[in-house]
């Protein structure tokens, strides 16, 4: 498993557990690759597949969050 991958499956299971809400802004790609001890170029990969899949949005000059619908 590429390491993009284990970054959506985890962010995809803090949304099915609720600790993230819909709604709720995602930490920037600096603080996410931080976190998950990646490059942001990872990072990017992974918030590419969540957007295709519609479970996150990113509102311009605001950051990234939650989808709600």
Known sequence: MYIYEEVVADIVQKIQNGDLKP???????????????????????????????????GRQGKGVYVATG
């Open 23 to 57: 709604g709720d802004r995602l930490p920037s790609i600096t603080q996410l690759a931080e976190d998950y001890d990646t490059s942001k170029t990872t990072i990017k990969t992974a918030m590419l597949i969540l957007r295709q899949r519609e479970l996150i949005v």
